[in-house]
């Protein structure tokens, strides 16, 4: 008889984790005794060779599987590949770079067998748990606000909402894997976000410990992407992510565009209408490049390409510019209040320079 699949699949995604992946191997052996289990290492083409060190594990160890993944970046939707390749009833997510505490996989494990829950997370906020080791003092403030924020959506009972770290029924994260987003570091929220019905959810503490090798690819850019996906739900999927760190980034525009008339009158001397196009092509052209990097980030413009892409972007701007204008008077025009009929126009505008800018400027974005 050939063997069947194992029991458990740990999904774990590597970006430069060449140094740590033979000790996760070595201490999943350890502790998970008794246990038919599989790693599946899901490497985005690392360049320090993280894939060829797994490969090489693989070599002398069948419980070892790598997903090479090329072109192509992003933690939430390289450990949604990994669960969809693995055939085990039971599927856990976990960090490769020995932050997460793999003691407590056996109770994670136990829970789910025992048909506590559908759902268990590693957790840093319940008993037994902690995070101070692993993360620094801005980290910490910023995961603990993004929790909170989180937890207003989701009332799962599931306190560590950023958790990276949890074992699910592979059957019910198939059913849902379609909804889920792909970029960013927020598999475990969207997951509960996107189960109908809830799933059941039941969390063991552990202590986030500090990074031994490498570097943490948490950024500007995760922290976004999540407040994103937190207005995205809590508007019921209205409101695309993307438009809120679109809007965002409109927003210090504003403050820039003010910013820059200030000082074009009062230090260059200039006159209102020579201030007001300078502080316009500024503040397009920084909203250009922070959108570049940030709010498209994934389908990033480069070379020759940047500079075309702001020349359209001038253009999607102008025009929205002029639809901002022409309904705000419109509504004016119709007897409606001046504040009104000004936010309409903003809305309108940024609405346009959204929606154009997406399907012209920063064409690969999904
Ligand atoms: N395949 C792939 N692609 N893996 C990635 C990518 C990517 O683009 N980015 C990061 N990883 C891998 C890392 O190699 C590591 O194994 C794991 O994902 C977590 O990345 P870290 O960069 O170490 O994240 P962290 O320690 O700062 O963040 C931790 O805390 C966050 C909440 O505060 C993680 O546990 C996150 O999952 C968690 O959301
Ligand atoms: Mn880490």
Redesign the pocket.
């Known amino acids: 008889m050939p063997n069947a699949s194992p029991h458990v699949s740990i999904v ?6 060449a140094r ?1 992946v033979a000790e996760l191997a070595r201490r999943l052996d350890a502790v998970l005794t008794g246990v038919d289990w599989e790693i599946i290492f ?3 083409d ?1 360049p320090d060779g993280t894939a060829r060190a797994v490969k090489e594990l693989a070599a002398r160890d069948s419980r070892v599987r790598c997903i090479r ?1 090329v072109k192509r ?3 939430s ?2 450990c949604i590949e990994g669960i969809l390749s693995s055939s085990a009833p039971i599927c856990v997510v976990m ?3 020995l ?2 505490d793999e003691t407590i996989l056996p109770e994670m494990i136990a829970r789910l067998d025992r048909d506590e829950a559908d759902i268990v997370v590693g957790s840093r906020l319940v008993e037994g748990g902690s ?1 101070s080791d ?2 620094t003092a801005p ?1 910490l403030f910023a ?1 603990n606000f ?1 929790i909170r924020v989180a937890g207003l959506l989701v009332g799962a009972g599931v306190s560590d909402l ?4 949890f074992a699910v029924k592979r059957e019910k994260f198939e059913s849902m894997a379609p909804k889920l987003t792909t970029s960013g ?4 929220l969207d997951v509960l976000a996107s189960a109908a019905p809830p799933l059941r959810a039941s969390e063991v503490g552990y202590r ?1 410990r500090s ?1 031994l090798e ?5 950024d500007l850019r ?1 922290m976004s992407d999540f407040v994103g996906l937190v207005v995205h739900k809590a508007t019921g999927g209205v409101v695309p992510p993307r438009f809120v760190m679109f809007v965002a980034v409109g927003g210090l525009g504003v403050v820039l565009h003010l910013a820059a008339l200030r000082l074009a009158m009062d230090s260059a001397g200039a006159g209102f209408t020579e201030a007001q196009s300078f502080a316009t092509i500024a503040a397009m052209t920084f909203n250009f490049f922070v959108n570049n990097s940030l709010t498209y980030s994934d389908s990033k413009l480069k070379g020759w390409r940047a500079a075309l892409g702001l020349a359209q972007f001038y253009a999607v701007c102008g025009v929205g510019a002029v639809a901002n204008v022409g309904i705000a008077s419109w509504m004016f025009n119709m007897n409606e209040a001046w504040w009104l009929a000004a936010l309409a126009g903003v809305v309108m505008g940024s609405v346009w320079n959204y929606t154009m800018s997406s399907l012209f400027v920063w064409r690969g974005a999904e």
Request: glycine letters at 12%; a positive charge; charged letters at 25%.
């Open positions: 774990a995604p590597t970006f430069n984790e740590n899901v490497d985005d690392s993944r970046r992003g933690l939707g390289a960090d490769a770079d932050q997460h995070s692993g993360l980290r995961s993004a950023t958790s990276g770290f570091f927020k598999i475990l986030f990074r490498g570097a943490s690819k948490f995760a």
